[in-house]
């Protein structure tokens, strides 16, 4: 079992936006804002797409963003494509752990 | 550019010993922390191991604390981990992954599998 709990699955339609959640507690999500997102297509490694819970890397496109309330992060992904269909995990620094990661949701494109 | 490339997976039976590395290019690896974080079949990712970038501190996940040990070689500019006493759930593709002061990792290898059978 994931220390972050995240949905399954999502999906959506092209030019659709969908929400990702990412369950935590006071000791991880809560406590730091560490949280990163990570995308992965099969086969491939991961890759970073949100860090310090809203921050995007060079390259990433604006169409994704993240967000964190209290113990719970999310990840939007707006005028989805069909590339972003991935698997997304989350993560957060945990402090003494160090890094806990979510169980994933894969993300499909209708 | 910046590129990580693990090799040393492959078929071990249970109660055996595996040495994963790590080959680094394109940046300047003594400066940096480096970490191992692995991938069950099908399943999600999970934090292993990391070591400053001088090697004098490291910390394990609870799941391998006394069967795995890092190590690095800053003047090969690579990363190691060494397996041991491996167990059928330790089965899992092994990622060298760079962690950054924002704790993220923003680096990732392509991976190497790590399969637990007899």
């Known amino acids: 079992q994931s220390a972050l709990t995240q949905p399954p699955s999502a999906s959506g339609s092209p030019g659709q936006s969908v929400t990702i959640s990412c369950t935590g507690t006071s000791s991880d999500v809560g406590g730091y804002n560490y949280v990163s997102w990570y995308q992965q297509h099969p086969g491939k490694a991961p890759k970073l797409m949100i860090y310090?819970?809203?921050k995007r890397p060079s390259g990433v496109p604006a169409r994704f963003s993240g967000s964190k309330s209290g113990n719970t992060a999310s990840l939007t992904v707006s005028g989805l494509q069909a590339e972003d269909e991935a698997d997304y995990y989350c993560?957060?620094?945990?402090?003494?752990?160090?890094?806990?990661f979510g169980g994933g949701t894969k993300l499909t494109i209708l | 550019q910046v590129q990580l490339v693990e090799s040393g997976g492959g078929l071990v039976k249970p109660g055996g010993s595996l040495r994963l590395s790590c080959a680094a290019s394109g940046f300047t690896f003594s400066d940096y922390y480096m970490s191992w974080i692995r991938q069950a079949p099908g399943k999600g990712l999970e934090w292993v191991s990391y070591i400053s970038s001088s090697g004098s501190n490291i910390y394990y996940a609870d799941s391998v604390k006394g069967r795995f040990t890092i190590s690095r070689d800053n003047a090969k500019n690579s990363l190691y981990l060494q397996i041991n006493s491996l167990r059928a759930e330790d089965t899992a593709v092994y990622y060298c992954a760079r962690p950054t002061v924002a704790k993220n990792f923003d680096c990732w290898g392509q991976g190497t599998l790590v399969t637990v059978s007899s």
């Open positions: 310090e819970v809203s």
């Open positions: 993560s957060s620094y945990a402090g003494s752990t160090p890094w806990v």
